[in-house]
């Protein structure tokens, strides 16, 4: 299914209908949903469509090492590695505020292990803030289908802690109390731009 | 050279001195420089370190085919292709506002040819423009050593113009008459953040 707008834009939902997940089979109930990445580049999609934000996914930085041309037309790309991101995996712009966040999920039930996210990717997020943008990370924890916005600020006190005591991780608890909890719907899935409204004023 | 800041940061220029450059043979007056990209990655740099600015060059955008694992810790790719990126090369925040380019050289000495944008491109930057935030091109003439700001409203017109009359490029006469000059300095070297600073009045 496609939607066409009358601005010329379009918004094609992913074509996973419960029908289809139902006959899926070993599928527990909490992953009967698509990955947090599936979902947030849906609701990426839903909100440009819907001229409500342009925000992306960057793609993946990969090394290049060496290319070949058997054609005039192609370049063949024959040997490659993966490298580390050196900032988060999305960013964007909502009201003309510049928004930045990296996402990521934790099959824990308690906790989410601040090893999920790089330094360089703690300090590319307080330079945003530094810049007055918005700047946090999207936390899902599979087993229990909640989702949260936690704010860089929040992020960066968690870190400290870490390098203070050793503490390795955020529990749950804490991200509820001083996270946001995002409500996952049809469209968008996650709806992490109405949370921003709230949590930014804008 | 790397400089040290007391934030922690660093920064470090390019070691392409002039005494290195002036070693260096067949190279034309117009060509002494770095490459435009080159420039913007050392300016980015700067403007990081300094606190100015938040902006990065997006990874290449790559279709990897196949992947093998030599060894354990290291993922080998050994057939991805190119593919066309959906939206610009840079983004980033200044004083909390999104900004968001693509830039272009031309060798050309008296016009900027518009294939040089691709139409997804020009459809992205409006997108931004939508959502209120900044976006241009920076376009360097490499023949005169000349570098403008042209922002996305203006690059639309000449843009529409070709579709109305098939005219396919911009004249340098009206990029000087619609645009706004960067001067090239050393630090930074193009500082387009002083000129966005002046025609967006942040």
């Known amino acids: 299914m496609t939607i066409n707008y009358s601005n010329g834009k379009k918004y094609t939902p992913l074509t996973t209908t419960p029908k289809k997940l139902t006959s899926l089979k070993k599928m527990s109930h909490s992953k009967r949903g698509m990955s947090l990445e599936d979902d947030l580049n849906d609701s990426n999609r839903y909100y440009l469509a819907h001229n409500i934000a342009v925000v992306h996914k960057k793609p993946t930085p990969i090394k290049i090492v060496k290319v070949k041309y058997p054609s005039r037309s192609q370049a063949l790309i024959t040997e ?10 999305y ?3 909502f009201k003309g505020k510049y928004i930045d966040f990296e996402a990521k999920e934790t099959t824990s039930s308690t906790a989410f292990p601040l090893k999920n996210i790089h330094e ?7 330079q945003v803030h530094e810049q007055s943008g918005i700047a ?6 599979t087993n229990l289908s909640s989702t949260y ?5 929040q992020l960066h006190y968690y870190w400290q802690r870490m ?6 991780s955020i529990a749950l608890k804490e991200i ?13 899935r996650v709806d992490y731009i109405q949370v921003i409204k709230n949590v930014y004023h804008l």
């Open 120 to 126: 360089h990717q703690l300090k590319h997020m307080l």
């Open 163 to 168: 390098l203070n005591d050793g503490r390795k």
């Open 149 to 153: 916005l936690l704010d860089i600020k």
């Open 136 to 141: 946090f990370v999207i936390i899902r924890f």
């Open 80 to 89: 490659a590695y993966f490298s580390q991101a050196s900032t988060t995996d």
């Open 91 to 93: 960013n964007g712009v």
């Open 176 to 188: 509820e109390a001083t996270g946001h909890p995002i409500i996952l719907g049809y469209h968008p």
